[in-house]
């Protein structure tokens, strides 16, 4: 009996070892979808797959390093495929702790590149290069993702090249190209957003306007990017991201 409690014990430790050995990356593809193309043969409508680069890889495979590991040298950790979608984050891909290196690969040439912080869960948010116009070159944020963007926040993200102004509950925050910003739902919830991007000719102009709601246990993120659609009638979008927080280990 006394060996088979041990055994338990040891299962436990080497499982609680393990959670915090690794943490979690997930990727956020902003942009807008192609447009749905198709032609007609023998009588019969058939969809064409959208132009390459028109939006992200389907399918990538994530290759995790240690950057300890790079520099000497060393192998990588674990591969895994990740299925990536416009406006929905991924699945979690585990990486290890300390500072790490995410290399993205499209049928075996790579894609993206990743450098993560030493700790904690990351949101990546990824979105075209517009100078180079489509997919084939992204560029990437990367956020907390962990307990510490907790239930009842509301994080405003701009990934497009003008600064971003919330207006929400009597407040006004201005967001920088490349930053972000927190706010309390208790703060927010329930009342009118408006969003506008300031426009160096014509000053702020408003793109965005609706009710900020978000359930119970919940948070949100809200990005705001550059349109890169076909003649979009509004050069600034907003992707809405709202989901249950996780909730924080203790240590036993």
């Given at each position: 009996m006394?060996t088979?409690c041990?055994?338990?014990?040891?299962?436990?430790?080497?499982?609680?070892?393990?959670?915090?050995?690794?943490r979690?990356?997930?990727?956020?593809?902003v942009g807008d979808?192609?447009?749905?193309?198709q032609?007609i043969?023998d009588?019969?409508?058939?969809?064409?797959?959208?132009p390459k680069?028109?939006?992200?890889p389907?399918l990538?495979?994530?290759?995790?390093?240690?950057?300890?590991?790079?520099?000497?040298?060393?192998?990588?950790?674990?591969?895994q495929?990740?299925?990536?979608r416009?406006?929905s984050?991924?699945?979690?891909?585990?990486v290890?702790?300390?500072p790490?290196?995410?290399?993205?690969?499209?049928e075996?040439a790579?894609?993206?590149?990743?450098?993560l912080?030493?700790?904690g869960?990351v949101?990546?948010?990824?979105w075209?290069d517009?100078?180079?116009?489509d997919?084939g070159?992204a560029?990437s944020l990367l956020?907390?993702d962990?307990p510490?963007?907790a239930a009842?926040?509301v994080?405003?993200?701009?990934?497009?090249?003008?600064?971003?102004?919330?207006k929400?509950?009597g407040?006004?925050i201005q967001?920088?190209?490349?930053e972000s910003?927190?706010?309390?739902?208790?703060e927010?919830?329930?009342?009118k957003m408006?969003l506008?991007?300031?426009d160096?000719?014509r000053g702020w102009?408003r793109?965005?306007?609706?009710?900020l709601?978000q359930?119970?246990?919940q948070r949100?993120?809200?990005?705001?990017?550059?349109?890169?659609g076909?003649?979009?009638?509004q050069?600034?979008?907003?992707?809405m991201?709202?989901e249950?927080a996780?909730?924080?280990?203790e240590?036993?």
């Open positions: 006394a088979i041990w055994l338990l014990c040891l299962a436990v430790a080497l499982g609680q070892e393990e959670v915090e050995r690794t979690k990356l997930r990727i956020l593809p979808a192609p447009p749905f193309r032609e043969r009588g019969v409508r058939y969809e064409l797959d959208a680069g028109s939006e992200p389907y990538v495979e994530a290759s995790v390093q240690s950057a300890e590991e790079e520099g000497e040298g060393g192998g990588e950790v674990e591969s495929e990740l299925r990536l416009l406006k984050a991924s699945a979690p891909l585990a290890p702790k300390g790490a290196l995410v290399r993205l690969a499209e075996g790579p894609w993206h590149q990743l450098t912080p030493e700790g869960d949101l990546a948010v990824l075209r517009p100078q180079e116009g997919w070159k560029r956020l907390t962990g510490g963007f009842g926040m994080r405003f993200v701009n990934v497009c090249p003008a600064e971003v102004a919330v929400v509950a407040r006004e967001v920088k190209p490349g910003e927190v706010l309390r739902a208790d927010v919830d329930g009342v408006q506008a991007y300031k160096a000719r102009r793109f965005y306007s609706a009710s709601s359930g119970k246990g949100s993120t809200i990005v705001a990017y550059r349109a890169d076909e003649k979009p009638r050069p600034v979008k907003v992707v991201h709202r249950t996780p909730v924080a280990r240590n036993p």
